[in-house]
């Protein structure tokens, strides 16, 4: 809980302000920096229960680590959520909305994002191998260092995107679009249906062979 009594408020206050580098509070510190977010804490029997109860509004939740492996969450609303190490793997999350969310460190091999709505999310470490994501918008999301490859991204939209070091290799992006983006080491050998017509990219990126505009 909160910190109530005067006492307390001024020990939050001073460990506020002196952090980790009180060695005799380290126990404090780690409560606030872990359990004073503001987010709820969701256990993953309570999000599946009330899923199946018909409840589809997930969004400003602590969903850290939280393993989700081959569930049906279509239609989920995870905006803001907090899915940092989440382990996602075969899940169904088709036309979900998980705009301003942060997915750093999460796997999501195979799963599902069919047009699902994940604009301004943080998504920083994540592996997408192998995922169905057609017609997702990722309009305006930081990726870096995420693995894409084999994946179906036709339709994407990358547009205003940050790429960096990210790996497409025998991804799908037909009819992807990338305005306004900028890649940075990026890797699209053997990527198929590539456009980057109206997208800005470095020396480091690696194209695919023969790569000479728009629609190869």
Request: hydrophobic share 35%; glycine share 6%; charged share 25%.
């Amino acid at each position: 809980p909160p910190p109530t009594t005067s006492l307390e408020v001024k020990k939050y206050i001073y460990l506020s302000i002196l952090g980790r580098f009180i060695q005799p509070f380290g126990a404090e510190v780690t409560y606030l920096h872990n359990n004073w977010s503001g987010m709820k804490r969701v256990s993953v029997k309570e999000l599946v229960d009330r899923y199946q109860k018909g409840d589809r509004d997930f969004s400003g939740l602590d969903l850290r680590e939280i393993d989700l492996f081959d569930c049906n969450l279509q239609n989920i609303d995870l905006r803001g959520s907090d899915l940092r190490g989440a382990y996602l793997c075969y899940a169904n999350l088709s036309q979900s909305n998980l705009n301003d969310a942060n997915l750093s460190e999460a796997d999501l091999s195979s799963v599902s994002l069919q047009s699902a709505q994940i604009q301004n999310a943080k998504i920083h470490g994540c592996s997408f191998h192998r995922a169905s994501m057609y017609a997702a918008d990722l309009q305006g999301t930081s990726l870096v260092e995420c693995d894409f490859q084999v994946s179906d991204l036709r339709q994407v939209n990358f547009s205003r995107t940050q790429l960096k070091r990210i790996n497409f290799r025998h991804a799908n992006l037909s009819q992807a679009t990338f305005i306004d983006s900028l890649l940075i080491n990026c890797d699209l050998r053997r990527a198929k249906g590539l456009d980057l017509n109206r997208a800005e990219f470095d020396g480091s990126t690696i194209l695919p062979s023969g790569y000479t505009g728009k629609n190869e």
